[in-house]
């Protein structure tokens, strides 16, 4: 199990070569630009799209908006835990970087000495893309959207094989949706809980402004004595 792909006659070899080839052809800024958004800038990128998504579903109705919170909220949480059971899936399969094994790769970051499967990377983006999706479909589609485009910028880089990118993938979905209904079942009532808070219920659902609340009591007040009218009338 230490070594997935041995020779380049391996497919996932031959797509790695490829897709790493494209390093080699492109300007030294491009790479250095990939190097980035591979590294940081798509992690950075995943989390303004949940805030974004939060700002969004906080204006839901209150019952919808917590359950599109709690489901929000599963998304980090899922991706945290998709990354643990990676550890001991990384200390079973022990396969290394491909620059290891394979000569002529154009290596964006170096100092990467742990194992490659699978790409953590992939299963935060892919958990985070999926877990907004449960929250909420178009966010949910870009998401899903930047964690594919995290992948190809991985095997880009020269640091993971295409197939620690799919496990990735697989991994961060498998948590997120085999652990779903439990998370909702927890999460749910508790971010309801948080949402009756005075203080922290804005966490979960956006409060009317001033004025439409006063509107609000001032429509509560106008119906009973309108009721008392029409009995009178009556």
């Not at 290394?96 to 394979?102: C, K, N």
């Not at 966010?139 to 910028?153: D, P, Q």
């Not at 005075?198 to 119906?223: E, F, K, M, N």
Request: net charge negative; hydrophobic share 50%.
């Amino acid at each position: 199990m230490a070594v997935l792909a041995e020779s380049g006659s391996n497919p996932d070899v031959d797509l790695l070569y490829d897709i790493n080839g494209l390093a080699k052809d492109a300007p030294h800024w491009f790479d250095r630009v990939m190097e980035f958004v591979g590294e940081y800038g798509l992690l950075l990128a995943m989390v303004l799209l949940v805030l974004w998504c939060w700002w969004s579903v906080r204006r839901r109705s209150e019952e919808d908006a917590a359950s599109s919170v709690a489901a929000l909220v599963w998304a980090p949480l899922a991706a945290g835990i998709a990354v643990l059971v990676n550890v001991p899936i990384r200390g079973f399969v022990e396969r290394p970087r491909p620059f290891v094994d394979h000569r002529g790769l154009d290596v964006l970051v170096t100092g990467k000495t742990d194992f490659s499967f699978v790409s953590d990377h992939a299963t935060i983006t892919m958990a985070l893309g999926v877990g907004l999706f449960v929250a909420n479909r178009r966010f949910g589609l870009a998401g899903i959207g930047l964690a594919l485009l995290e992948g190809f910028c991985r095997v880009y880089m020269g640091v993971h094989y295409p197939t620690d990118v799919v496990g990735g993938f697989a991994l961060g979905t498998a948590v997120v949706l085999l652990l779903s209904p439990l998370a909702s079942a927890l999460l749910t009532p508790l971010m309801k809980a948080v949402e009756r808070s005075p203080r922290a219920g804005w966490i979960v659902r956006r409060r009317p402004a001033s004025g439409a609340q006063d509107d609000a009591l001032v429509s509560g007040a106008r119906r009973p004595v309108e009721s008392e009218e029409k009995d009178l009338a009556a």
